[in-house]
């Protein structure tokens, strides 16, 4: 399989930048896998597990939200937060649950209750996929 | 004249000084290289960031949200002035605020409402004596240690919060843009709304048109998710800038103060063994005198 340029960087700092084979991507409209030659795209992210496919290796990563950026150069992930699968652990999960259980409670809005409704619902999506 | 005694307390205490300012200067050293580091991490996720919007603002049509093509006015003008929680780091937070200051007046001059917005109690000190009643809120970052976009992300918030409630037009971030150690570039950069880097979009529109972006959801949204977070990551940015700048400052005015301290001590020593010398010899002087008399 072809290897295309993939970036993963967090406010903080670069987490990853080398060529992969397959990245799979938790866009809020739905997961896709980005291969070399995708086309163009950019897709704003929901709170998941992005894979990265390196041919002889997996890696698998947890996102809070960000944006995935797929044009001719490469694929770059502008995430909110980053953090590998094996750093996580059932605690954190929780935390960020509630977290947004709070904000639930604190939002004003018809649209900040909704966002956060189903952020709870993604978190508990991601904290099923992990088998925590 | 000094006595002997005198000499030697001042010596001493000028001393205690030196020990305390190089073991600044050295703290400073060391806090100033992860302060590098991290202002240096940071760097790739602003640049692809500033890309993306690029990308995304030269490709909508129209007016776009009010973040990136402002409310239409330019009356209140609301200034960010990001300094450090503590002094003894040179002239680092005084040219900070005389660049707001001055830009604070012109405003004024101009007929422009001024709101001040303070990140860090130093520039709050120094900006409390003539903005008073401009100054909306001070923001102290006393307890980080090490900045984290979580330390920014709640300011950037806020500063949107307070846009859509009308509170003002224009915000700009002040800020020391660090170069090196003894190079600090105080600076000030519009945040909202949104300057977008003109030669960006140039480039974005002439790649843009051999090759269409799909957007998922849509545009709109898309650009209302990356606003808010575009100026977060700004604001994460100057305080990164801001950490590395305080501590090159620091460094450079503790070698300074460790400096003239060597010197003061030099001086005040050769002082100390004349007239040590000088007490001698007249008591020589008494001595052999006397016993002539005899």
């Given amino acids: 399989m072809a290897a295309f340029h993939f970036e993963l960087v967090s406010p903080e ?6 060529d992969v084979e397959a990245v799979a991507v938790p866009g809020t409209e739905g997961q896709f896998t980005v291969m070399k030659g995708h086309a163009a795209t950019m897709s704003t992210l929901k709170p998941g597990i992005v894979e990265v ?33 094996e750093e996580l652990d059932l605690a954190r999960i929780e935390r960020e ?19 956060a409704v189903e952020k709870i619902a993604q978190l508990q999506e991601v904290k099923a996929a992990l088998g925590l | 004249m000094a006595s002997l005694k005198d000499l030697r307390n001042r010596i001493s205490s000028v001393k205690a000084t030196q020990k305390i300012t190089k073991a600044m200067q050295m703290v400073a050293a060391a806090k100033l290289r992860r302060a590098q580091l991290s202002a240096e991490a940071a760097r790739p996720y602003a640049e692809r960031m500033e890309s993306v919007l690029a990308n995304v603002a030269g490709g909508v049509t129209g007016g776009g949200p009010v973040l990136l093509s402002g409310n239409g006015r330019d009356d209140v ?10 002094g003894l780091c040179g002239a680092f937070n005084s040219s900070i605020v005389r660049l707001a200051r001055e830009r604070a007046f012109a405003l004024m001059s101009a007929g422009k409402t001024v709101k001040i917005l303070c990140v860090g109690k130093k520039g709050y000190d120094q900006l409390r004596r003539q903005f008073e009643k401009q100054i909306v809120e001070l923001i102290e970052l006393r307890s980080v240690k090490q900045m984290a976009f979580t330390d920014a992300d709640p300011i950037g918030k806020k500063l949107i919060a307070m846009f859509e409630a009308g509170e003002f037009d224009v915000a700009t971030l002040f800020f020391s843009r660090f ?16 300057q977008i880097n003109a030669a960006g979009v140039a480039q974005a529109a002439d790649t843009g048109a051999s090759a269409p972006y799909e957007y998922e959801p849509g545009e709109a949204e898309i650009l209302a998710t990356l606003l808010p977070r575009n100026i977060s990551v700004q604001v994460f940015r100057a305080l990164l800038e801001n950490a590395a700048s305080e501590q090159g400052a620091r460094m450079s005015s503790m070698d300074n103060a460790t400096r003239n301290a060597g010197e003061m001590i030099k001086k005040q020593t050769i002082i100390y063994n004349r007239s040590r ?9 008494e001595i052999i005198s006397g016993a002539e008399a005899l």
């Fill in chain 2, 277 to 285: 010398q000088a007490m001698i010899t007249k008591e020589l002087i």
């Fill in chain 1, 53 to 85: 496919d390196r041919g002889s290796s997996k890696q698998r990563l947890f996102v809070r939200g960000g944006f995935a950026d797929v044009s001719s150069t490469g694929l770059t992930i502008l995430a909110e937060q980053a953090i590998p699968v």
């Fill in chain 1, 13 to 18: 700092r670069l987490l990853f930048s080398g």
């Fill in chain 2, 179 to 194: 170069r090196s150690v003894i190079l600090q570039i105080p600076t000030e950069l519009q945040i909202i709304p949104a």
């Fill in chain 2, 77 to 86: 003008h609301l200034l960010v002035v990001c300094t450090a929680e503590r």
């Fill in chain 1, 97 to 115: 649950i509630k977290n947004a259980q709070e904000d639930v409670a604190d939002a004003t809005g018809d649209d900040a209750r909704r966002m």
